[in-house]
């Protein structure tokens, strides 16, 4: 007979935006043998004495996605607030009020165990907690260690241009994006050049960037991916560190950064928009985290 290659009407744009196949292909099916700790320990470092919910959140967002377990590693009041908000947080104290470097290296034990880091949420920008978040970034660098850079982080990594791996998973906002790569991304009238920006911090810094905004950018220097989920009522306070880990989430189930981010910012953007219809623009972080279960069953469904 003859071999036919035809054009079966799938267009070459649909690669380009995410949907609910990625998190499909990202969340493991779980086994009826499964034991604790089979899909994933997340660590998450951060919090500080102003903003001690945003590891709760990253960590909350993690596990709502599927993690098994999270270690939250912060000073001692951010710590405190954990232990208080869920019984469902491992909270270690690392020192008193800001994370030092001298404090987090006695939790480098647990950072090895586990399977992905969140690092950044909430943590401050004191010196020390600078200086502390770079050389982190440089040990779980050294280390093969896939990590999130969020928030405080970005900033560190800024500050101290701190070298990445490949497993890395980059968080910026529009600011934190100019901090980085000394330019602002182009508007979204321009998407093709706001994702060229991206592309191109991301081979620079030879890591995976997700730019957030009103559509997400998602670049591991090669491909260029776009985000359409989500919603103006995201702009709520807490919505990145949710990200954060759901993106780490997707880290300790073994995805690729690229997919994880793709995936990440998919289903985050789509549990935003859940608990939007259900309480309209008015919404919180923690309604998003709560909207996690559903956003994956519509996913898997």
């Given at each position: 007979?003859?071999?036919v290659?035809a054009n079966?009407g799938?267009?070459?744009?649909?690669w380009a935006?995410?949907?609910?196949g990625?998190v499909r292909?990202?969340?493991?099916?779980r086994?009826?043998d499964?034991?604790?700790?089979?899909y994933?320990r997340?660590?998450?470092v951060?919090g500080?004495?102003?903003?001690?919910g945003?590891?709760?959140?990253?960590?909350?967002?993690?596990?709502?996605?599927?993690v098994?377990?999270t270690?939250?590693?912060?000073?001692?009041?951010a710590a405190?607030?954990?232990?208080a908000?869920?019984?469902?947080?491992?909270?270690?104290?690392?020192?008193?009020?800001?994370?030092a470097?001298?404090?987090?290296?006695e939790?480098l034990?647990t950072l090895?165990?586990?399977d992905a880091?969140?690092?950044g949420?909430?943590?401050g920008?004191?010196p020390?907690?600078?200086?502390?978040l770079a050389?982190?970034?440089?040990?779980l660098?050294?280390?093969g260690?896939?990590?999130?850079v969020?928030g405080?982080?970005?900033?560190?990594l800024?500050?101290?241009?701190?070298?990445?791996s490949?497993?890395?998973?980059?968080?910026?906002?529009?600011?934190?994006?100019k901090?980085?790569?000394g330019?602002?991304?182009?508007?979204f009238?321009?998407?093709?050049?706001?994702?060229?920006?991206?592309?191109?911090?991301?081979?620079r810094l030879?890591c995976?960037v997700?730019?957030?905004?009103?559509i997400?950018v998602?670049s591991?220097?090669?491909?260029?991916?776009?985000?359409?989920?989500?919603?103006?009522?995201?702009?709520?306070?807490?919505?990145?560190d949710v990200l954060?880990g759901?993106a780490?989430a997707m880290?300790?189930?073994k995805?690729?950064?690229?997919?994880?981010?793709?995936?990440?910012?998919y289903?985050?953007?789509?549990?935003?928009?859940?608990a939007?219809e259900?309480?309209?623009?008015?919404?919180?972080?923690?309604?998003?985290v709560e909207a996690?279960?559903?956003a994956?069953?519509?996913?898997?469904?």
């Amino acid at each position: 007979g003859r071999v036919v290659v035809a054009n079966i009407g799938i267009p070459p744009e649909a690669w380009a935006y995410t949907g609910p196949g990625d998190v499909r292909e990202a969340i493991p099916r779980r086994k009826p043998d499964s034991h604790k700790g089979d899909y994933g320990r997340l660590a998450v470092v951060g919090g500080s004495r102003m903003y001690h919910g945003a590891p709760i959140l990253a960590a909350m967002a993690a596990m709502r996605t599927g993690v098994d377990l999270t270690y939250l590693i912060e000073p001692r009041e951010a710590a405190t607030a954990a232990k208080a908000y869920s019984p469902d947080l491992i909270a270690l104290e690392a020192g008193g009020g800001e994370l030092a470097w001298s404090s987090l290296e006695e939790h480098l034990s647990t950072l090895e165990k586990a399977d992905a880091v969140v690092m950044g949420p909430g943590a401050g920008l004191s010196p020390a907690t600078l200086e502390a978040l770079a050389k982190l970034a440089a040990k779980l660098t050294e280390a093969g260690k896939p990590v999130v850079v969020d928030g405080d982080g970005l900033k560190a990594l800024a500050k101290h241009e701190a070298k990445l791996s490949g497993l890395a998973v980059l968080t910026p906002h529009a600011g934190e994006f100019k901090l980085l790569s000394g330019e602002d991304p182009p508007p979204f009238s321009r998407l093709e050049e706001r994702g060229e920006a991206a592309r191109r911090l991301a081979k620079r810094l030879e890591c995976t960037v997700l730019l957030k905004g009103m559509i997400d950018v998602v670049s591991d220097g090669e491909d260029v991916r776009f985000n359409l989920t989500g919603n103006p009522g995201m702009t709520v306070g807490g919505t990145g560190d949710v990200l954060a880990g759901v993106a780490g989430a997707m880290l300790c189930f073994k995805n690729k950064p690229m997919e994880a981010a793709a995936a990440a910012a998919y289903l985050t953007g789509l549990a935003g928009d859940i608990a939007r219809e259900r309480l309209g623009d008015q919404l919180l972080a923690s309604d998003v985290v709560e909207a996690i279960p559903e956003a994956v069953a519509r996913c898997l469904s």
